[in-house]
């Protein structure tokens, strides 16, 4: 059965560093999402991306953070200076159709510890 | 701007027997999906069942069923005959039918299943 995969599963990195972030949704999905998870705290909504653009981001989701799809299959989350506070937990997601009642597909998550 | 309250942080139960998983939500839209996810330890979440706010009739899939009280703005979900693959966080989230690009998370039940 296909699934959305990430990588790295966990990513350490200094304060101030750059990350990137990767997916490959399921491959005709059309829809992308990213979330994340600060350990204790609930799942949020960061950004969704389709046709090549955000549709939505979130208020989480500011000029450190940008989203790409470089080629036909990944689907990346760069954060561009990254601050202890981005510790958290990175879900992408990906669907077939982008109305309401349709299925994301979250993939394991990214770990990513900033020191 | 729409909320999910899951107030039970963990649940136990025993092997056969059957759990509720309560949810409320708020919310000032009509239209709307509310969703059941599952996360077993190191995986990804995995949709359990899901719920049109316009349909009075309660979603089920096999074991798995929701109490949706639109008024109350209550979305429960009834574990039948509780297995030990069970045992995972479980998300209730919100999806508006108006911003379709943006799912709201509760924090999760993390549920034990005691054989």
């Known amino acids: 059965e296909p699934e959305v995969t990430q990588t790295p599963s966990h990513q350490v990195t200094q304060m101030g560093q750059e990350v990137i972030l990767r997916c490959v949704p399921i491959s005709n999905h059309l829809y992308f999402y990213w979330y994340r998870q600060i350990l204790g705290q609930k799942v949020e909504f960061l950004v969704s991306f389709y046709n090549n653009e955000i549709s939505e981001k979130s208020e989480i989701f500011d000029d450190q953070f940008s989203v790409e799809r470089p080629d036909g299959s990944n689907f990346t989350l760069k954060i561009r200076s990254t601050k202890l506070e981005d510790s958290a937990m990175y879900f992408c997601?990906?669907?077939?159709?982008?109305?309401?009642?349709?299925?994301?597909?979250f993939g394991p998550g990214t770990r990513l510890t900033v020191l | 701007a729409q909320t999910v309250t899951q107030s039970q942080p963990e649940m136990s139960v025993q092997e056969a027997e059957t759990v509720t998983l309560s949810c409320t939500y708020d919310?000032?839209?009509?239209?709307?999906?509310l969703f059941w996810y599952k996360q077993p330890p190191s995986r990804q979440m995995i949709l359990v069942i899901r719920?049109?706010?316009?349909?009075?009739q309660n979603a089920t899939e096999n074991r798995f069923s929701v109490n949706f009280q639109k008024a109350a703005k209550s979305f429960s979900l009834k574990i039948s005959d509780s297995q030990l693959g069970d045992a995972a966080m479980y998300f209730c989230?919100?999806?508006?039918?108006?911003?379709?690009?943006?799912?709201?998370f509760g924090a999760g039940t993390r549920l034990t299943v005691k054989p």
């Open positions: 719920q049109e706010a316009y349909k009075q």
């Open positions: 919310t000032s839209e009509s239209d709307y999906y």
């Open positions: 997601a990906s669907s077939e159709e982008g109305q309401g009642y349709n299925e994301q597909f």
């Open positions: 989230a919100y999806r508006s039918d108006y911003n379709n690009n943006d799912m709201r």
